[in-house]
């Protein structure tokens, strides 16, 4: 009976062996199979994936989305010339910021006073320096915002990308068309597009820079730095 016990045991205990060796062979086979079903989804073939390639799948990845940025930038066909400028990093990430506090207050577009708020969120640029020492601040900025634009339906859900007002459309084809005019190399800066919304007299964002006590003298200062986003310094 001792004896009957200890093989009943024994069997057992193989028996419990051969079921995880299956098990994991089965999940083994499962995962390969899975990851060949993953690799060939979306292209039609074969697809190797490798871990330690996950960092380059990351930089192909941030390369895609900095590209979709710098092609969200919509303006229309420059006035006086065929050749398009290009944005200065700022610049587009300023304008990727404009477009999130459009979102972040429900509005359904992205207007001059977006843009002046994605201007101070990115925040390192020498016109937002500039704009947060003669009192136009963010938090300013947003305050204004509400005093004159209202709060949007709680309900309601902006889309991923607002669409341009016409005011903030034409604030940035002024911030490229000045570019043009100058006759200089370089890129449009984050200063570009703060004197673009100065110069749309009627939107939003000129009437809250004017609040803020921004004047035209100050915009004569502010054009000093149009050439360039920041100051290097040389020790």
């Not at 871990?51 to 192909?60: D, G, M, W």
């Amino acid at each position: 009976m001792a004896t009957h016990s200890f093989s009943l045991l024994s069997i057992q205990s193989l028996t419990s062996n051969s079921s995880n060796k299956q098990s994991e062979n089965t999940n083994t086979f499962l995962t390969h199979k899975y990851c060949k079903a993953l690799a060939t989804t979306f292209t039609g073939g074969k697809l190797l994936i490798r871990p330690q390639n996950l960092n380059n799948f990351t930089l192909k990845r941030r390369r895609s989305t900095v590209a979709t940025v710098a092609f969200s930038l919509p303006i229309t066909r420059p006035e006086s010339s065929e050749k398009q400028p290009k944005w200065s990093s700022r610049a587009i990430q300023a304008f990727v910021m404009a477009e999130l506090e459009a979102r972040k207050l429900k509005y359904p577009n992205t207007g001059t006073e977006a843009l002046l708020m994605g201007i101070l969120v990115e925040g390192t640029s020498l016109a937002a320096k500039f704009l947060r020492a003669n009192g136009v601040t963010f938090f300013k900025v947003s305050e204004e915002t509400l005093k004159l634009l209202g709060r949007s339906d709680m309900y309601y859900f902006s889309p991923e990308h607002p669409p341009l007002t016409k005011p903030a459309q034409k604030a940035l084809d002024w911030a490229v068309n000045e570019k043009l005019k100058s006759g200089e190399d370089g890129e449009i800066t984050v200063t570009h597009i703060a004197l673009g919304i100065w110069s749309v007299k009627e939107s939003a964002g000129h009437k809250i820079m004017s609040t803020l006590g921004f004047d035209d003298e100050k915009a004569k200062e502010l054009a000093k730095f149009m050439d360039k986003d920041i100051e290097l310094t040389y020790k």
